[in-house]
Each structure stands twice: as C-alpha cells, then as structure tokens.
C-alpha cells in the first residue's frame, strides 16, 4: 500500500490522517490527534512549539507502530503566525498566537492601506504577518533573526534538519502561506519588495517564492530513530484553506467552515475599491489562482462558548439546544439574531459568552440565557453574515452562484447547514468534512505521480457529500 500521511493542525487542534488512493478512491484513516490551543503568559497568547513538534513526532511514531509507513508527509496549518530564527537556524523564542493583539497598535502604517491592498490584496486586519512583524521590529526582536519562516515550513523543515547551517541562505517561501503574509504581490506572486522597503523590514527576511509542490527533503536520522522509518516531507499548499479548496472546482462559491469560516471563490485578484472596502481577501490557490474570500470568525464563537462552560456541552448536545431555543423565539415571536460575528471584541475576548451578550444588549437582540440562547445567537449570526457575504461577491463579480459548497468540519453542523441554506436561497453542498487532509494527500499522491486528472471527480468517489435545498 503506498501510504503518505496529512498532519493537519488547526487552532484548536491536530491530527494525522494517513491517505491511500486504491481503485480510484481516497481512502483516510485518522491516526493521532491532539488538541493545540495558545498558552497565555502574561499579556500575551503564545504557541509551544516544542510542544506541537513533540506532537508531530508521536503521530509519526504511531504510524510506525502500527507498520503503516507513508512514503511521503504534508503538513498544513493556519496562515500568518511564524517563527523567528537566528543565523544557525535555531528558534528565538517566543512564538506568538494572531489571537495575540499585538498588531493592532501597528496598522497605521508608513504606507497607506489603499496602496497596500492595491498590491497584496489583503484587508487590514490587526493578526496579518505584516503588522505582527512591524511589532516585533518595534520590540527589536528583528534585530537578531535571520529568518522568519511560517509555522507549517518550520515544523517541516525541522523534520529534515534543514533549519540549521544553510537554510536561511538557501530557502524558498512556500506560496499559498506566503500570500497570507500581507507582503505578496497578489499579481506578480512575488513579494511585494517597494512595501517591504516602505515599511523598512529586512529584505533578508524574504527569498524567493515557489509554488508547490517540492521536496523539503527526508527525514533527519533523530526523527527517524524516534519514529522507525523514513519518508519524504513534501511541501504541499501548507496553508489549511489553500489544502481544502484545491479539492473544489475553480468556479464553485465554497465555505470552509471551521474555527474560522473562509467564504468564496477562486479565479484571478481582485484589488478593486469595493472589494477593499467590504474587507476581501486575496490569497493563494493552486494552478495561477487566487482564493477571493471573506475571513469571517466561524465557529471559534462556539469553541469557545463550549470551552467557557467546562466543556459540559457536546457540540451536538448544543446544536440539539439551540433547536429548542429557535422554536421557543419563534412561538413567542421574536426576530433572529444577527450580530456582526466579524467585531474585532471575538477575536480573542477574555469571555466570549460575555462578549455576546454584551454585542446583543448594543445592538439591541435579547441577551441570550442560556447555553441554547447563546449558541443559536452564533448560528443565526453566522448564516446571516454567509448571506451577506455571499450578496458582496455577487455584486463584485457581476456574477450569481446558484450552490454553495461547505467543506471542512463545519459541513457537519447540519443545523447550521440549513440554516445557510434558508439564509442564502442556495443549494448547500455538505463535505466533504476532511477537505484539508483530503487536499494534502491528493496533493501528495499528485507529487507522486498517482493521481492524474480530475480532482473533484476522485473525491466525489470518495466522500458522502448531503445537498440541502
């Protein structure tokens, strides 16, 4: 069996999914996961990295336990959180979370936002690599790093070993992180090198860019003792949503919904005024295209709802609650909530339940009760804001979409599938749940020269996918 293997980590959480394509499906089988959140230290929200490169090495270690050995390993993770390094590659401690706020006093840039976005494409949003940088710059920490690498090139290249000596010399940028950065050319998918000088940042800092997939190289011989084998480490799509969308046909609208939910779709740039206004992005896809999306706060609302109640509550427990909570509003006659998810107070509040009563008392909602109050207000709240959204793109693209495709985790929230449904007026496509591991493997196996053609026909051979209308 050619076996490769996806290490898929999220915000909240990560995971191993071993990956085989036999009789011309994808098969997965999960083989670790681990849960992943930011340590506060003070002031500030922190990710452990030898915590997480720990974790890494124990799902290698399973599969080699278990005598299933890939051949090759993808890893992909969230955008515009990096590591600093130092001439010989080694970490400069600490790494910060985006959940941090440390950007926000550095948006008011040399360089104005509307000369930004005409080149990169990307909104100004306080957790982009671009304002985490000026903050480090401003903290002097610049002063003695050699690099910055995005988290997924990290962790891959300390796989291989490759962080030492050379690297920083030798290296290339993966793309699809790089695009996330707020310092790419969204045209010319180069760096954008007249606004990194406008903001002084290192031009050591940034090599050349290169499109996946490539070799990162073969296991280091310490990573290899721990694990029983070797492979090679393949630098895929490294951004998460990048993963999952390669699966998606270029003109499908998707929703990728998970700890965030990414609205949109792929195609050329889009620099103009009313897309910088509404707040859209431009990142990365595969085969020249950009992903034109909505950042919207997703289902981290309810994450942390759930995480503030100690956990008492199974997500489906308060799916089931908030069923209950919508009858009870409808017979009494009340009108759904619809609170904007995107306020910069649920990035990384102190208490998110708090901070949804305390946007429902603003904009003048009934402040929710109770577990099922609270999360209903999160699903209404989301589909209205998918609606809008939607309503955006449409009138931007000159262009209407009669489906939507949900993939990711979230497509499993049938609640919130029908109500985006009934909010968009569209047919909703539910999965597959595993885009992104699905995604790093096809690319994997593509590298490997055993998938050809069609994507999306493997994968609707592969994965149960529900349509609501």
Partial sequence: MNYHLAIDIGASGGRHILGWYENGRLLLEEIYRFQNMPSRSGDHLLWDTERLFTEIVKGLAVCGAQGKIPGTIGIDMWGVDYALLDANGLLIDPVYSYRDG????????????????????????????????????????????????????????????????????????????????????????????????????????????????????????????????????????????????????DDALYLSSGTWSLLGIQGKPILTDDAREAGYTNEGALHGNIRFLKNITGLWMLQSIRHELGDEYSFSRLEALAKEAALKKEAAGGAEYGIDCNRPQFISPPSMIDAVKAECAAAGFPVPADAGELALCVYQSLAKSYNDTIIGIEHITGRQYPALSIIGGGSKDKYLNSLIAAHTGKTVYAGPVEATAAGNLIMQMQYAGEITGDVWNVIKNSFEITVIK
Wanted: hydrophobic letters at 40%; proline letters at 7%.
């Fill in 102 to 249: 440390r950007g926000a006093a550095f948006t008011n840039t040399k360089v104005p936002f509307k000369e930004m976005y005409a080149l990169t494409g990307i909104p100004e949003l306080p957790i982009n690599t671009v304002y985490q940088l000026l903050s480090d710059q401003a903290a002097g920490r610049l002063d003695r790093a050699a690099a910055f690498v995005m988290l997924p090139e990290y962790f891959s290249y300390r796989l291989t070993g490759k962080l030492k000596n050379s690297f920083t010399a030798n290296r290339t940028a993966e793309y699809t992180m790089a695009s996330t950065t707020g310092l790419l050319d969204a045209q010319k998918r180069t760096w954008a090198q007249d606004l990194i000088k406008g903001l002084n940042l290192p031009e050591r800092f940034f090599p050349p860019v290169q499109e996946p997939p490539y070799e990162a190289g073969s296991l280091c011989a310490e990573v290899r003792e721990r694990v029983g084998f070797d492979a090679q480490v393949i630098i895929g799509a490294t951004h998460d949503t990048a993963s999952a969308v390669s699966i998606m046909p």
